[in-house]
């Protein structure tokens, strides 16, 4: 099945700076990847996520870039805030879903 | 439209008992999938329903088990529960796009 690797498990960041996660997957057939914020104590939410058929996707200050030959995807945040502080969950998809550990990000104001 | 329900969103158990969960979809989403989160093993898949059959299951022993419903409400149940199984329950709907919206979460405490 599919193993999905997230790194850094922890990352803290200067409000301003800008923060970058990073995720490789083991299926070649995995062809959707999604990324979750998921504040304490509440659900993980879908922030944005990106298909085999695409290399880059960026929505305001959020960006995903996708390297199906290297099987990696990164997130990418710009112009941290404070309220950017939360765990992020990669994630890829063939017959399932399978997540990555997380990633706890701390933005310093 | 309404988000991903679940109840009960608290459950204490202890050792040996069972539990059932349950998940209401999305409307017009025909798939669910449950996951299990601990703090020191991230987001678990557990298994995953579409049209009341079961399409794929995670690396849980047979004491985890599920179904789906006709209106595509799901269950997951746990027999004989351990200490172990304590742990923030998730569903997750989702539609042909395949972006799934997750539930609340069940947090099941087993002492």
């Known amino acids: 099945g599919e193993n999905v690797e997230q790194h850094p498990s922890t990352l803290s960041v200067q409000e301003g700076d800008s923060a970058v996660i990073k995720c490789t997957y083991s299926?070649?057939?995995?062809?959707?990847f999604p990324w979750y914020k998921q504040e304490l104590g509440k659900r993980p939410q879908l922030i944005i996520d990106i298909r085999s058929n695409v290399g880059e996707k960026k929505d305001q200050r959020i960006a995903v870039t996708l390297n199906k030959t290297a099987k990696h995807f990164s997130l990418h945040i710009t112009e941290t805030q404070p309220e950017d502080s939360a765990v992020y969950f990669c994630?890829?998809?063939?017959?399932?879903?399978?997540f990555g550990a997380g990633t706890r990000l701390t933005v310093k104001p | 439209k309404a988000g991903v329900t679940q109840t009960p969103r608290y459950l204490i158990k202890t050792r040996g008992q069972q539990v059932t969960l349950s998940c209401s979809p999305i409307?017009?989403?025909?798939?669910v999938s449950w996951y299990q989160q601990t703090p020191g093993q991230g987001l678990q898949f557990l298994f995953e329903y579409f049209s009341e059959t079961q399409r794929n299951k995670g690396n849980f022993p047979g004491r985890f088990s599920g179904r789906q419903f006709s209106n595509s409400r799901s269950e997951m149940n746990v027999s004989t529960l351990e200490l172990g199984d304590s742990a923030l329950y998730l569903c997750a709907s989702w539609d042909r796009a395949y972006e799934q919206y997750f539930g609340p979460g069940t947090r099941l405490t087993v002492t």
């Open positions: 409307s017009g989403h025909r798939s």
């Open positions: 994630a890829a998809s063939s017959n399932d879903m399978r």
């Open positions: 299926d070649s057939a995995s062809n959707y």
